[in-house]
């Protein structure tokens, strides 16, 4: 089935040691996003790509970093983690498709991997 | 650690019955508007979605209901089942140049009782 996958389900990093999380899909969408979930919050949207092109939120710290190498990867990098980064940290797709009807642009629905729980000691 | 989260909204109904759970959105413009599913430790999946230029829409077992007057989005259940126990985020959708953003509500916690 196409899915979204996301690895290692659940990582332990130690205060200030750089850690990768990784996205892959096999939807063949064109967008890709990383969302930061804490308990009981909604996900907030840290940045995503379309196509090649990073579009960063305004609030996302320097500390987080993505790399998006091809179609179906995706990888978020936390710089420095601190106690504040342990989160769910969701993955997203999406893919962009014309309405002929109007000639405009709009996306599709965005589908979510499971999410890497994170824990920082 | 993470810090403390915030309490959900809880609703909790019995198995069986109908279940409302509402969403009020910010956004005007907004001309998309999706229902997520999340159980506890997995990603969010969708569930229904609908146009701004609709007022209705269902699904099985599921009803989106939209009202652009007051900015209002209800999600109905169906007999609810145990196995509908998760928490359900409403989101709007933003577009913004060829890419949309996905602004989601608090959510709200659907407690199914035996």
């Known amino acids: 089935d196409a899915m979204v996958i996301q690895n290692p389900r659940y990582q332990v990093t130690q205060f200030g040691k750089p850690v990768t999380l990784s996205c892959s899909q096999t939807l063949n969408h064109n967008v890709m996003y990383w969302y930061q979930q804490k308990s009981s919050q909604a996900p907030k949207l840290l940045f995503h790509?379309?196509?090649?092109?990073?579009?960063n939120e305004a609030d996302t710290p320097d500390n987080f970093q993505s790399r998006r190498p091809n179609t179906s990867f995706c990888f978020l990098d936390i710089r420095s983690p601190g106690l504040g980064d342990a989160a769910m940290y969701l993955c997203?797709?999406?893919?962009?498709?014309?309405?002929?009807?109007?000639?405009?642009?709009?996306?599709?629905?965005?589908?979510f991997g499971p999410g890497t729980r994170l824990t920082v000691l | 650690g993470e810090s403390v989260g915030l309490h959900l909204p809880t609703l909790s109904v019995q198995e069986g019955d109908n279940s409302i759970i509402n969403c009020a959105y910010s956004n005007s413009a907004s001309d998309y508007f999706i229902w997520y599913k999340q159980e506890s430790g997995k990603g969010p999946q969708f569930i229904i979605d609908i146009r701004s230029n609709m007022d209705k829409r269902q699904g099985q077992r599921v009803t989106v209901l939209l009202n652009k007057t007051v900015k209002h989005l209800s999600l109905q259940i169906a007999a609810t089942q145990p196995g509908d126990s998760a928490v359900y985020f409403c989101a709007e959708n933003i577009i913004g140049g060829a890419t949309n953003k996905l602004i989601f509500g608090t959510g709200t916690l659907l407690a199914v009782q035996p």
């Open positions: 997203a797709t999406s893919s962009t498709r014309l309405f002929w009807t109007s000639g405009g642009y709009s996306t599709d629905t965005q589908y």
């Open positions: 790509y379309y196509d090649k092109d990073f579009n």
